[in-house]
């Protein structure tokens, strides 16, 4: 889809990110931090956000062992 891949791509390069989500009896399926989520069911076409929380270190500390 050429539309989802110029939105991916408008803030710069993705970054592939696995997500494993966990099963609910809520309306979209899934378990969530708040509220019980959307009314509806999510599929692998439902838009989202998220954010990456990392430990606060050094750049450089990502490339040494």
Do not use: C, K, M, N
């Not at 050429?2 to 494993?20: D, E, M, Y």
């Amino acid at each position: 889809d050429a539309r989802l891949a110029a939105q991916f791509a408008r803030q710069g390069s993705p970054i592939a990110v696995l997500v494993q989500l966990e099963g609910s009896a809520t309306a979209s399926g899934y378990r969530w931090s708040t509220a019980g989520g959307p009314p509806y069911p999510l599929d692998s076409t439902t838009p989202v956000t998220g954010a990456v929380h990392l430990p606060a270190q050094r750049p450089v500390d990502w490339l040494l062992p």
